[in-house]
């Protein structure tokens, strides 16, 4: 998703938001740009990645004061015209957006009927030209803003700054991150607090439909009626080496390698004395729940699947798991005591937070399990859990789902009477996981052997195997481009299998007893016609002609660790095939468009 970044200050800001750029190219994006405001605003845009914009930006560039954005196109093509910074038609206004405005094209057509012309095709051009005329109109900025609050319907956040004024940056907000940074001597905004964790840990945190003025030494907040607010900062628990690769070429590898420690980091913040720590409000609502609905997309929705076995098997209580862009406009018939749990990695993701909204009208609770603190869903329902993940970089989402499920299976646990010796079992799970980690070099053979050179692939496996196979299948597509599906190894049968044909690799997935002999069977009719069979079984399981063999675990919590072997394999492939692993096509990191 686009990313912003805006410095005021005593340096040079051109150096501070490129840097701070370069820490949001993780969310995905199509072009990037800056803006400069000396004695006129300089405006420096261009298509691709960050390195493209600063070949392109004249070493002599420089000021006090400056914007900057990386671009996910959502209206136009990804284009010298469509990126940001956009300025209005009389260059009065100069700023970044991140969001998408539902009404631009109505508003578009009053400006047009004012007189206004336009060079883009985006809504951002359009806010430009909308708070140019407003400002003009009143002669006051402050005026202007909350005048277009009013008119924009939609998710924003936008930095803003003014041709004629050197000292401020402007910059509200609606349904879309931004922060604001504070300095020495200094103050910045920003999409995300990484891309600021090198200048300032300090932060303010910016609601729905307020806006700030900011200036080197002081950020001002307001309401959208221009009520003084008063907040405090808070200190964000990010370090520059949760953010750095280090030894790495790829953060997905590094995140992948730090999967032990995320589960070891999970037991420690929620178990002590044996006994789940959290706040018994949240387990009051669990226990009173008479079914929970997990919402979430991608791979968090994958999490949830396996949620619902943990807790449906320990705890007897029935869950539903929904993606969030379905449940926002196509609500399920609901039990009368339901609990809504959301899970998000980066606790921004647009259709999630719709269908949040659409439960919080009906007034039922919401828990939010996240890994950003004071995210937007985080901060929207009643409760929250958080991942203590770490930042998560990479698009493909790997030690998130792996704290997901961990996060889960505590609970689940907790609310079946701790049937399972939980820390035991997760132990096992950490001590599979890093054997999976050891063997790398097998991993990257079979896929340079038997995957890389197909066009389709299929993951198959039975009750917690197919999740896992689905979140494979996701992994895997998502960042090598072999389109891959995850299937219930008994449902192929029932069509799909007319598309195995020779050398198309079906990956099967093999760690509940009960349903073992069901998978190798339909691995048997594959094969039979022609597939390249790949297996990924615990060692229970297993016999010799098997190809990764993963430790035994609990079986209900085996996707923590079998999930492992299929990011290593997608990583792999990705590598191989010389895609670009961590900023795959197409993609972003959290996902603030609906
Ligand atoms: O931040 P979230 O967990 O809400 O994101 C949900 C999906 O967008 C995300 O999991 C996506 O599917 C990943 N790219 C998968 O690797």
New binding site residues.
Partial sequence: MCGIVGYIGSENAKPIIIEGLKTLEYRGYDSAGIALLNDDINIYREVGKIKNLEAALPSSASSNIGIGHTRWATHGKPSVENSHPHHSMNKYITLVHNGVIENYLEIKEDLINKGYTFYSETDTEVIANLLECKYLEYNDITKAIQSIIEIMHGSYALGIILKDDRETIYCLKNKTPMLAGKGNGFNMIGSDAMALINQTDEFYEINDKEYLIIDKDKISIFDKNGNSIKRDTFKSSINNQDINLGVYDHYMLKEIDEQPSVIRKIVKEYIADDKLQINQEILDELNKADRLYII???????AGLVGKHMIEELAKKPVEVHL?SEFGYNRPLLSERPLFIF???????A??RVALQSIKDLGFKTLTI??VAGST?ARESDYNLLLHAGPEIA????K??VA?TTLLALLANHLGNNKLDIQLELSKVVIAIEDIISKKTIIKEIVADKIMDASTAFYIGRGVDYCTALEAA??LK?ISYIHTEGFASGELKHGTIALIENSVPVIGIISQDNIALNTRSALQEVEARDAKVITIVQERLSNKNDDIIVLDTNPLLSSIAMVVASQLISYYAALLLEHDVDQ?RN?????TVE
Avoid: R
């Fill in positions: 979430a997309s991608g791979t968090s929705m994958h969030g899970i998000s990695q980066s606790g921004e993701t259709d999630s996240t890994n869903l698009v493909a989402s790997t998130a789902y997901q996701l992994k998502e795959p993609l972003a990191k959290s996902v």
